[in-house]
């Protein structure tokens, strides 16, 4: 999962913000017109693009760090403090997103709905996780996190399912774009149940959490 985090921040957040424009657009360009063409589009909303890219990859490490079992056990504070602003970072997440699909979704209405969907559903199992917390439902809050982060983590994995896709398939780009979102969602959220079930019976809700 780091490995996959550290892979979308480098695409992501790096190649386009500190390698030279000219050359990240050059790239683009030869990978695909659709793309480059996706990047010019982009760049009328430089706000909402450049914070969705940062505070996305931001709540991915703080996802990842909130799941961390040594970490609720001794330091609960953290943890408590951490899950807050994971929240707060989810809210600005899922705004942006629907901003910049809803204006430049490059799969058209398909993609806007199938995002809409997506957000709408991480939405619901951060909120879901905070109540159950505030119930002091430690396992419900826990899975309920895990399942939000699940779907979180669909688009570090849409990027390899593409990749292997354009590959392998005479599709358009952007029909192996969409193609690879529904196999990535699929993969996270069989993924994250799988976990859920594997670890329900031997796990012992954190009386630090």
């Known amino acids: 999962m780091w490995a996959l985090i550290i892979a979308i921040s480098i695409s992501g957040v790096i190649a386009p913000f500190f390698f030279p424009s000219d050359f990240y657009e050059g790239s683009m360009r030869y990978f695909s017109d659709p793309f480059f063409d996706q ?13 969705h890219r940062l505070i996305g990859i931001a709540l991915l490490v703080l996802g990842m760090i909130q799941f961390n079992g040594d970490i609720r056990r001794t330091r609960p504070r953290l943890h408590r403090w951490t899950g807050r602003l994971y929240m707060v970072l989810a809210t600005i997440v899922v705004v942006t997103a629907m901003d910049l699909v809803v204006q430049y979704a490059f799969g058209g209405f398909v993609e806007m709905v199938a995002i809409g969907l997506i957000s709408f559903a991480f939405a619901f199992f951060v909120i879901l996780g905070f109540i159950k917390i505030r119930k002091k439902d430690f396992a419900g809050h826990r899975e309920s996190m895990m399942r939000g982060f699940g779907i979180l983590m669909f688009v570090t994995v849409q990027r390899p399912f593409f990749i292997i896709m354009s590959s392998v398939s005479n599709f358009e780009v952007v029909t192996n774009f969409l193609l690879a979102g529904g196999f990535a969602l699929a993969t996270t959220t069989l993924i994250t149940e799988w976990w859920i079930r594997h670890t329900r019976r031997t796990d012992k809700p954190d009386a630090a959490v």
Not at 40 to 49: K, V, W
């Open 39 to 51: 990047l010019l589009r982009l760049q009328q909303s430089p706000l909402s693009d450049a914070s």
